[in-house]
């Protein structure tokens, strides 16, 4: 698990996907979304989706909270629940997040092997990360998910470190239509 950021990914424009090849409106100035872009929506995004494999080649996909810190993606789950079991079995995972609008906005999947945090300095900088991100769901008594710092210390929950290896991005302006594809 990286102890520093990562360095910055290649990034490039997949024009089969994008509306550089729609005659359009904007279409002919389409270009791919900067990696600090993508990176302040995984900062912000409040829901993720994290895709795993069961042993048995089906797919399981379920929301979580995560949070983007030094250049990871860190989740967490139960030790009996499907994600963690599936990732004990097939480390390779997807998580996305984005908007629902046909027009706007911006979704993006981090592709990358979930990794267990078991350095206890690491686990105390995710928790920083949550309670920054999350504030009262994470810090006051009445918050969906209070107590889950200390869930994460005590190891009641295994939290996962995804570093990305390919991430994609897939712009909507409009009717203008990016892909965006990051290799680290």
Known sequence: MPTQDPPEPTTGLD????????PRPGAADVTA??????????ETAEI???STVRPDGR???TPVIAAWHRGVLYFS???????????????HCAL??????????LDLVVEGRAEPVTDPAVTEEVIAAYEAKYGRHITSPEGTFHGIGDAFRKGDVTVF????????????????????RWVF
């Not at 979304?33 to 995984?42: C, S």
């Not at 996305?96 to 906005?105: C, Q, V």
Request: glycine share 12%.
């Open 48 to 50: 993720f989706w994290v």
């Open 161 to 180: 470190a995804v570093t990305p290896a390919t991430a994609y991005g897939f712009g909507r302006n409009d009717g203008v239509y990016s892909h965006t």
């Open 59 to 61: 797919l399981h996909v």
């Open 15 to 22: 024009a089969r996907y994008s509306s550089a090849l729609r």
């Open 96 to 105: 996305t997040t984005g908007g629902n609008s046909l027009t706007r906005g």
């Open 33 to 42: 979304t900067e990696w600090a872009e993508a990176q302040r929506h995984l």
């Open 77 to 91: 789950t139960g030790a009996g629940e499907q994600k963690a079991r599936n990732l004990a079995h097939d480390a």
